[in-house]
């Protein structure tokens, strides 16, 4: 296994989040500018294929590091690689300084968040017909 930090989206990135998010979840509206803000995490597992992917960028409103678009393939999935991906974003945080990290999740994957520490905050809000909810961890 090996996890790669990115400063532009690859391809690879680009590759995991078409088929879970736009495939197999059916949200349109995947790809956005924040992608070329955003520093972008790509775990390779030992086939050496991209099977996990994330990113993290700054936003000013929220005062926060923020991480989104965490997809792990299909196939790859019941491995604690979603597990390992926050753990990597978490490090990269703390590394440039970061105190916390705060990310919009699928209501129906917040108890997978709230097992890494995370606590949830504010509405409940719809994105493409999705309940999401924002949670956040301070280290």
């Known amino acids: ?3 790669v930090i990115y400063e532009e989206i690859p ?9 879970v998010f736009i495939e197999e ?5 995947e790809f956005d500018d924040v992608d070329a803000a955003a520093v972008h995490i790509v775990l390779f597992y030992e086939d050496k294929k991209p099977a996990a992917t994330c990113r ?3 936003d000013f409103n929220m005062d926060s590091h923020i991480l989104g678009r965490l ?5 790859y999935r ?3 690689l979603g597990s390992l991906m926050v753990q990597e974003a978490e490090r990269y945080v703390k590394k440039i300084g ?3 990290l705060a990310l919009h999740a699928q209501c129906r ?3 997978f968040y709230e097992k890494l520490g995370f606590v949830t905050f504010g509405e409940i809000e719809d994105d493409e017909g999705c309940p999401h909810v924002w949670m956040k961890k301070y280290f």
């Not at 997809?71 to 196939?75: D, N």
């Open 1 to 3: 296994m090996e996890i």
């Open 11 to 19: 391809d690879c990135a680009k590759e995991v989040r078409q088929k």
């Open 25 to 29: 979840q059916g949200f349109q509206k």
């Open 56 to 58: 993290i960028f700054w």
């Open 71 to 75: 997809a792990v393939m299909k196939e």
């Open 78 to 80: 019941g491995r604690n």
């Open 98 to 100: 970061g105190k916390c």
């Open 109 to 111: 994957a917040a108890a």
